[in-house]
């Protein structure tokens, strides 16, 4: 079994390779599969829980200034994202712009679909610190709505970490991510994406 350190370093090799389009598939479904315990839900999903994401969106960000300690100062800001299907349809990824009042950036997100477990794995990468891809959430969808959960640390306090995908219809979708801090008991939501279609 891979160490922590040897699964992020894959991890990292897994997503920076599909940005050039030759993700290696064995070695990101050995990763999603060793994860699978990361994220407790039993819903099955499927290779095309995904297809809706595909095309370019405007974005309306509301991010959480301060997270968990009890903070009600939000942040708000616009973007723009294109997502596209890659692999026969088992990754989609997607490349965004934001702007912000501290500046315009840019990132990339990657899903990616493992049959043997019915898995999806999320992996997020910054352009302001491009060798650190953060901790993947794993989950699937549900009635609609996919729940991606993981465990990550929050200025030295460990946190699970959920990121819920709601498409409302063909034109409008929403991300949100919350944290908690008791183990899942209680979650405080920290940003909100809110999505229109384009194209």
């Known amino acids: 079994m891979l160490s922590d ?19 290696p598939l064995v070695k990101l479904g050995n990763a999603l599969a060793q994860d699978t315990a990361r994220a407790p839900v039993t819903a099955s999903g499927g290779i095309h829980d995904f297809d809706f994401f595909v095309g370019t969106w405007q974005m309306h960000h509301r991010r959480l ?3 968990l300690i009890g903070s009600k100062a939000w942040e708000e800001f616009d973007g723009v994202t294109h997502a596209r299907s890659m692999i026969g349809g088992i990754c989609n990824l997607n490349d965004s712009i934001v702007n912000r009042a501290s500046g315009t950036f840019r990132s990339l997100g990657l899903r990616a679909y493992d049959a043997k477990t019915g898995l999806w794995g999320d992996w997020y990468l910054s352009a302001r610190d491009p060798h650190k891809i953060d901790v993947p959430g794993f989950g699937r969808f549900e009635n609609g709505i996919g729940t991606f959960l993981s465990d990550d640390v929050h200025k030295g306090t460990p946190v699970k970490v959920r990121g819920l995908w709601t498409p409302y219809s063909s034109t409008s979708l929403q991300w949100e991510q919350a944290f908690s801090a008791d183990g899942g008991k209680t979650w405080e939501t920290n940003w909100v994406m809110r999505y229109k279609r384009t194209a």
């Open 65 to 67: 200034k301060e997270r």
């Open 5 to 23: 350190p040897d699964r992020r370093r894959m991890m990292q090799m897994s997503l920076l390779a599909a940005a050039a389009g030759v993700l």
